[in-house]
Each structure stands twice: as structure tokens, then as C-alpha cells.
């Protein structure tokens, strides 16, 4: 189903100050992110609705205004490009507070994500990010489990440094309410059991960032059976806060083998963002071809500064 039409209508609504226009007759425009489960559930693109009515919203004030979170993802796909990293080039682009995860003294885990979201609550958007994999901000001492966790994708911490989108109310409510660094540009996911491709335009329409790869072969997983995790820190306001995201993984596959794996940095934010790590080679290539997700609302998080 196209992403948009030429012929689409378009309505104005208002985030914390802010008009944004959306889909007329979309998800957003219907229901304000109080969604009817049922009639989302007859949608062709999803697989069920289970994995959401576990997860009742609540209504929140925000700086975006009241809302109700989660944020419900029905139907997504998601790459991610998981690469190695000297710990110095990591720790010169994390705040004072956070700290590398590293695989061995020295090395850290860095990331280039891609994801598409073919039905949720803020409609149809397309999404890119370069994300630093970091310690748990109360961690104290890092345990096996939490390292083994980073690895699998399953239970991550993070830091991204590029957030771009393909829609407005994915900038603002990302941007104002979340506090990521989220901007609106071209940005183009293809993924399907065979290829994944991804392309990020710059200011001049030019490539930032591409992505050409093998799409790694896919597990169909029951709804509810593998459910992972990502925490992201922000600061809003000056103030830490961590945001849960909780992804209900349908059909997905792994691989070590980068071989058929093409990354194209070209001239951009993204691109500058990735450089500045100094990636060193890449470890591993996670491929969602079908998956769900509920995305809460930031909430205030100590943290503890980093050990010199």
C-alpha cells in the first residue's frame, strides 16, 4: 500500500504550540492516539492486535501537550548494521554522564538503523538513526547479562546522535516531546524477505547515508514470544530521561557475515555522525521484517557520572 498519493488529504493539527499537518482520515486523525483495536486489527498489513490490548495507555501531560502513551507501532520493519568502535572516538561524542558498553577494553558498540512504519498511531513515517550502545545509566557494575544482552539486540541501552524522519509529527513529537534530534528530509526503506534498502537525503537532495544488503533469512516468532527492549537517554530541559521502547519481534533474522552488506556514507549529518566514531568494521546485520512496538513516554532517570 503506497506510502502516500499525490491526491492526499491533508489536515492541520496543533503539538504543544506547534501545527503539524497529517493524513486526513489517518490513524492520527481519527482516533488522537486513542485507537479502536478492532477496527485496527481488520487491516490487511497486521497481524494482530494481541500484543497491544496487554498494553493499556494512559493519558500523560507532556511538552507536547496531554497525550496518551505508548505510541503503538502495528505493523513495522526495522534493519540494524551493529559495527565496533574505539571507546576514545565513542566517549568524545557522549555527554559527562553516559559510558560506552564496550566488547573488550577499548572497543565499544556502535549502530546504523533504519525503520519503517507501515500503520501506527502518528501514521505512516520512515525513520533512520546512528546510535551509540551505552551502560545502563544506574549500572554501577556491569554484569555478564548486560553485555550478552547489548550483543543480542535484545535488552539495549542507547544514545543516538542522528534521528532523521520523513514526517512532521514524527520531528515534533520526537523532537519536542521526546528530546532526540530529529529532523524531517527524503528517506526512502525498502525491506522485504530479500533486499533491504535505505536511503537518507541531505539538505541538497544528494545521499547521506544508503544502505544495499541481503535481507539475512527470517524466524517467524508467535506474537508475545520475543519481545526486546531499547532504553535511550535524553536530556529535556536539562534534566536526564530515559525512554522504553518495547518491540514484539514476528518474523526476523540475524547474520555475522557482512558480505552482502553495502553501507554508503555520502555528505550529511548522518554520515558526519557515523565518521566521528570511527566505526572499524561491522560485527553484525539484525533484519526485522515483521514486528510491532509500543513506544513510552520519556520519564525522568538519574544518572551517574562517568568513572574517569
Same mark, same amino acid.
Given at each position: 500500500?503506497?506510502?502516500?498519493?499525490?491526491? *492526499?488529504?491533508?489536515?492541520?493539527?496543533?503539538?504543544?504550540?506547534?501545527?503539524?499537518?497529517?493524513?486526513?482520515? @489517518?490513524?492520527?486523525?481519527?482516533?488522537?492516539?486513542?485507537?479502536?483495536?478492532?477496527?485496527?486489527?481488520?487491516?490487511?498489513?497486521?497481524? @494482530?492486535?494481541?500484543?497491544?490490548?496487554?498494553?493499556?495507555?494512559?493519558?500523560?501531560?507532556?511538552?507536547?501537550?496531554?497525550?496518551?502513551?505508548?505510541?503503538?507501532?502495528?505493523?513495522?520493519?526495522?534493519?540494524?548494521?551493529?559495527?565496533?568502535?574505539?571507546?576514545?572516538?565513542?566517549?568524545?561524542?557522549?555527554?559527562?554522564?553516559?559510558? =560506552?558498553?564496550?566488547?573488550?577494553?577499548?572497543?565499544?558498540?556502535?549502530?546504523?538503523?533504519?525503520?519503517?512504519?507501515?500503520?501506527?498511531?502518528?501514521?505512516?513515517?520512515?525513520?533512520?538513526? /546512528?546510535?551509540?550502545?551505552?551502560?545502563?545509566? #544506574?549500572?554501577?557494575?556491569?554484569?555478564?547479562?548486560?553485555?550478552?544482552?547489548?550483543?543480542?539486540?535484545?535488552?539495549?541501552?542507547?544514545?543516538?546522535?542522528?534521528?532523521?524522519?520523513?514526517?512532521?509529527?514524527?520531528?515534533?513529537?520526537?523532537?519536542?516531546?521526546?528530546?532526540?534530534?530529529?529532523?524531517?528530509?527524503?528517506?526512502?526503506?525498502?525491506?522485504?524477505?530479500? #533486499?533491504?534498502?535505505?536511503?537518507?537525503?541531505?539538505?541538497?537532495?544528494? /545521499?547521506?547515508?544508503?544502505?544495499?544488503?541481503?535481507?539475512? =533469512?527470517?524466524?517467524?516468532?508467535?506474537? @508475545?514470544? #520475543?519481545?526486546?527492549?531499547?532504553?535511550?537517554?535524553?536530556?529535556?530541559?536539562?534534566?536526564?530521561?530515559?525512554?522504553?521502547?518495547?518491540?514484539?519481534?514476528?518474523?526476523?533474522?540475524?547474520? #555475522?557475515?557482512?558480505?552482502?552488506?553495502?553501507? *554508503?556514507? @555520502?555528505?550529511?549529518?548522518?554520515?558526519?555522525?557515523?565518521?566521528?566514531?570511527?566505526?572499524?568494521?561491522?560485527?553484525?546485520?539484525?533484519?526485522?521484517?515483521?514486528?510491532?512496538?509500543?513506544?513510552?513516554?520519556?520519564? =525522568?532517570?538519574?544518572? *551517574?557520572?562517568?568513572?574517569?
Amino acid at each position: 500500500m503506497p506510502s502516500s498519493s499525490a491526491h *492526499q488529504d491533508f489536515v492541520t493539527v496543533v503539538l504543544g504550540g506547534r501545527e503539524v499537518t497529517v493524513p486526513g482520515g @489517518g490513524l492520527y486523525d481519527r482516533y488522537r492516539m486513542d485507537p479502536d483495536l478492532d477496527a485496527i486489527a481488520r487491516d490487511p498489513r497486521v497481524s @494482530g492486535v494481541d500484543f497491544f490490548r496487554r498494553l493499556p495507555k494512559t493519558r500523560v501531560d507532556s511538552p507536547i501537550g496531554p497525550t496518551l502513551t505508548p505510541n503503538f507501532y502495528y505493523a513495522l520493519a526495522s534493519a540494524r548494521l551493529t559495527m565496533l568502535a574505539p571507546s576514545r572516538a565513542i566517549r568524545a561524542r557522549l555527554p559527562e554522564e553516559l559510558s =560506552p558498553l564496550e566488547v573488550v577494553p577499548g572497543l565499544g558498540l556502535v549502530s546504523v538503523m533504519f525503520f519503517r512504519y507501515d500503520v501506527c498511531d502518528i501514521d505512516f513515517y520512515t525513520e533512520a538513526a /546512528v546510535g551509540i550502545a551505552v551502560k545502563p545509566a #544506574r549500572h554501577g557494575r556491569l554484569g555478564f547479562f548486560d553485555l550478552v544482552s547489548g550483543l543480542k539486540n535484545e535488552h539495549l541501552h542507547s544514545y543516538v546522535l542522528s534521528l532523521p524522519v520523513s514526517t512532521e509529527i514524527a520531528q515534533v513529537r520526537g523532537h519536542d516531546g521526546y528530546g532526540f534530534p530529529k529532523w524531517v528530509t527524503g528517506l526512502d526503506v525498502g525491506i522485504d524477505r530479500h #533486499r533491504t534498502t535505505a536511503r537518507v537525503a541531505n539538505d541538497l537532495g544528494g /545521499v547521506d547515508l544508503a544502505l544495499l544488503a541481503d535481507t539475512p =533469512p527470517q524466524k517467524s516468532h508467535v506474537s @508475545g514470544e #520475543r519481545v526486546g527492549s531499547l532504553t535511550s537517554y535524553t536530556a529535556i530541559d536539562g534534566a536526564w530521561h530515559s525512554t522504553l521502547n518495547q518491540t514484539n519481534v514476528l518474523n526476523a533474522g540475524t547474520t #555475522r557475515s557482512t558480505s552482502g552488506v553495502s553501507l *554508503q556514507l @555520502g555528505e550529511g549529518r548522518m554520515s558526519d555522525d557515523l565518521r566521528s566514531l570511527r566505526p572499524k568494521r561491522a560485527i553484525r546485520f539484525d533484519v526485522m521484517t515483521e514486528g510491532q512496538a509500543a513506544l513510552h513516554m520519556p520519564v =525522568p532517570t538519574s544518572v *551517574q557520572s562517568r568513572s574517569k
